[in-house]
C-alpha cells in the first residue's frame, strides 16, 4: 500500500530524519499544496461564456469520444459525482449538451453534445491549448518529462492514501483509550511550513 510510506515517514521515519530532511519534505508538502489551491482558485475564475472550464473538459470528452455515462465522465475526469451532475445540470440548461436514456438499460444516463456545444468548442478551441503552455511555459523538454515522471509517482502515492490516514486516525484513538495517562509524542520540530 503506497500511501503507508507516509504513515512510517510519521511513525518510524521521521525519528530517523535530520530536521533538514524533514523540512525539505514539509517544504515539498506545502509548496505541492500551494500550487494546487491556486490552480484551482484559478482554474474556478474563469468561465468560457458562462461555462467552468471542468465543463469545457466534459464538452471536449464528448467530442472526441462520444456520448458519455455521467458515472464515466466523473471516473474518468476525477470529479464527483455530484460535481459531474451540477456541470451537466449547467450544460443542458445552456443547451449545449442533452441527457438521455439508454435504450436497452433506462437506468442508465448518457450526456450528448448539441450543435451549440460543438460551436462553443470550436470558437474557443484555444482556451484549452493556452491553458496548458500557461502552466507549463519556461521549461524545458528534460524538465516536462521528468515532471511528468514526478506526477506518475505522486499519484501511485496517492492510492490508498485517504485509507491509510483514517486508520493511523482509528489507531491514535484507540490507543488513547486504551491508555489515557500516556504522555503525548514528540512533534516535529517548528519550522515555517504549516502542517496537518
Not at 125 to 152: H, P
Request: proline residues 3%.
Amino acid at each position: 500500500m503506497p500511501g503507508a510510506f507516509f504513515c512510517w515517514l510519521m511513525e518510524e521515519g521521521r525519528e530517523r530524519m535530520t530536521d533538514e530532511e524533514w523540512e525539505r519534505l514539509e517544504e515539498a508538502d506545502w509548496l505541492f499544496r500551494k500550487m494546487v489551491r491556486r490552480f484551482v482558485k484559478e482554474r474556478d475564475r474563469v468561465n468560457v461564456e458562462g461555462i467552468a472550464l471542468p465543463g469545457m473538459l466534459i464538452l471536449n470528452k464528448i467530442i472526441r469520444e462520444g456520448e458519455q455515462r455521467l458515472g464515466d465522465l466523473a471516473e474518468q475526469l476525477d470529479f464527483t459525482s455530484g460535481a459531474i451532475t451540477a456541470l451537466s445540470d449547467k450544460l443542458e440548461k445552456g443547451g449545449y449538451t442533452v441527457r438521455r436514456r439508454k435504450e436497452d438499460d433506462r437506468r442508465t444516463v448518457l450526456l450528448d453534445i448539441t450543435a451549440k456545444g460543438r460551436e462553443l468548442v470550436q470558437r474557443n478551441s484555444n482556451v484549452g491549448a493556452r491553458c496548458i503552455t500557461l502552466l507549463f511555459e519556461g521549461f524545458t523538454e528534460e524538465e516536462l518529462a521528468q515532471q511528468s515522471r514526478f506526477y506518475e509517482r505522486m499519484i501511485g502515492n496517492l492510492e490508498g492514501f485517504s485509507d491509510t490516514l483514517l486508520e493511523l486516525a482509528r489507531q491514535n484513538t484507540e490507543a488513547a483509550a486504551a491508555r489515557p495517562e500516556q504522555k503525548p509524542r514528540k512533534t516535529a520540530p517548528e519550522n515555517k511550513y504549516l502542517s496537518y
